[in-house]
């Protein structure tokens, strides 16, 4: 209560919670704290604030421990309640703040059980993406969801960008050789579209890393990025401008079911057709090739970060110069995925966060250097993966570097292409298994098991404990 004097404390939630717990009428607890009824129902409805000489009275009175009173939110806090405001299903509500903090201190007892429904609701959502997952259905998508899936479905394999994106470079190249790409393009865009590039303090960009402003003609780019980022950032720009006609109708040809997906859609599309400027498709894929898909020599000879080489890996398609059937997942260190992208099987389910058995999670131990592993997928097929961090794009003062991770992984058949395979027995390899998302995965035991499996009742034994802290029933071990 050491805020009592320096500011006013409007309890009334709290005090009328307290009164009904204790089964006190108003006039009864006026009396027993001296003062009247009606200064009392002036308090309760946060009319007057609370006096330090009536909180000791209180606390003299009925035994309360004054803490509790002094508290922000109750049981269910303001940010608990800001969380759950925030989930899609309210849009379009935008609960004001002052409603959320009114709601958690004057009545505790509803916003708790607010708290409570909107869990459960949320689990059962979960667990029925779970379960349709399971059974190989399509439950309902978010924009986001129907894009991952639209691109996912065309094996992240776009022929009509790669052939853009070779003759742009190729255009690039002519006009001025032998320069980097930055210098290359900024002069294209100046030149043909009359359009500057400019770098701008964080300061000033705020939330934004890039932002086109049209009246004036500029592409406006945040000291924060990166050289590979920025390039990235102009490469986008340069595709936008000469292709836009192109990239809306590929993406209106993807049939999209509103116009946030379609806008979405033309993004992705728009990532593609950059990526291919930044790496033409026949150069890249013969410089993986020839240095067996080393990373740095990869980046080195495009200028491009490891998550854009490995982001271009998984679209090596072409029918007449295929590369290594990539898969590639990000994850940030709370396990969150940002990024599914294969060019061929994918061994991970749509739903849920990856096996904390694979190695993509413990990159975060070694910044910046690449781990290695093979693991097994419960189908028994065999996975060549290796992983390492990156920072996020365009961090700030509250980001920790290192903060993402990437893993990029083939078939085990293709792992003796890779030079991060050399020295391997790739017929007779050490293997982790692993599964997809716990609620999914059927292996026991397994330590890490953080959920039972959704269609396994659990086995509860009073005489045994397991390794795993989720035994079930109907296991073939």
Known sequence: MD???????????????????????????????????SYLNHIERNQRPVSAQLLLRLAAAYDVDLRTLGQTGGPASEAELAEAF????????????????????DQPAAADALLRLYRAFADRRTRDRAETDALGGQGEDSPADWVREYVQARRNHFPELDALGEALSDALEAETPGEAFETRARARLLSRH???????????????????????????????????????????????????????ALADAAAPPDETTRRLVRISLTNTLAAAILMPYAAFQRAAEETAYDMARLQARFGVGFEQAAHRLTTLSRPTARGV???????????????????????????????????????????????????????ESRWFTLARTVDRQGHDAFTEGHDLAIGLGCELKHAHRLIYARGLDLRAPEVTPIGPACRLCHRHPCAERA???????????????????????????
């Open 451 to 477: 959920a039972p499996p959704v269609d396994r009742p659990l086995a509860v034994d009073d005489w045994a404990k397991s390794v795993s802290p989720w035994p079930f029933a109907g296991r073939t071990d």
């Open 86 to 105: 925030a989930d899609p299903i309210f849009q379009g509500l935008a609960v004001p703040r002052h409603e959320i903090i009114q709601l958690a201190e």
């Open 194 to 248: 009359g359009l500057t590039v400019r770098t701008l303090p964080a300061e000033v960009m705020v939330e934004w890393t890039r932002r086109y402003d049209p009246h004036r003609k500029r592409l406006l780019l945040s000291e924060t990025l990166g050289a590979s980022s920025r390039a990235f950032a102009v490469a986008w720009q340069l595709a936008l401008t000469e292709h836009g006609a192109e990239l809306a």
């Open 3 to 37: 805020a009592v004097p320096d500011r006013k404390l409007f309890l009334g939630g709290r005090l009328k919670r307290l009164r009904r717990e204790l089964s006190l009428t108003q006039t009864a607890m006026a009396a027993d704290l001296g003062v009247s009824p």
């Open 325 to 379: 059937p990539f898969f590639l997942m990000r994850v940030d260190q709370a396990g969150n995925i940002s990024k599914r992208f294969a060019s061929g099987a994918f061994p991970f389910s749509r739903f849920g966060g990856a096996c904390p058995r694979w190695r993509l999670h413990s990159a975060f131990r070694t910044p910046g250097k690449i781990v290695t592993q093979i693991i097994e997928t419960p189908d």
